[in-house]
Nanobody, 114 residues
Framework: QVQLVESGGGLVQPGESLRLSCASS????????MDWYRQAPGSERELVAR???????NYADSVKGRFTISRDNAKNTVYLQMNSLKPEDTAVYYC????????WGKGTLVTVSS
């Protein structure tokens, strides 16, 4: 059973940066894709960023140019670099991985507030 553990969340001011990490107990190269989702209070969970096996990426329009997803296969970790954070980025951020099954982490809270 693969486990995904997110870390790196916290409280930051608008305009600041955070880097989230998603550490996998399994080899991330085995996953077809790995995603970051977020869920704000009272809202549905939404896709933020995606990286697939060939390294291609895509992003939600709301984060394009500010967020970057990357992976380190040697560390079995996927990252989400978040720059120029806004209050509307406040949410619980989840990591998701897909091969023959779909796996979710438990999330890490990001709060952007002055």
């Amino acid at each position: 059973q693969v486990q995904l553990v997110e870390s790196g969340g916290g409280l930051v001011q608008p305009g600041e940066s955070l880097r989230l990490s998603c550490a996998s107990s399994g080899t991330i190269f085995s996953f077809y894709e790995m995603d970051w989702y977020r869920q704000a209070p009272g809202s549905e969970r939404e896709l933020v960023a995606r990286i697939v096996r060939d390294g291609s990426t895509n992003y939600a329009d709301s984060v394009k140019g500010r967020f970057t997803i990357s992976r380190d296969n040697a560390k079995n970790t996927v990252y989400l670099q978040m720059n120029s954070l806004k209050p509307e980025d406040t949410a619980v951020y989840y990591c998701k991985a897909i091969n023959l099954r779909t796996y979710w982490g438990k999330g890490t809270l990001v709060t952007v507030s002055s």
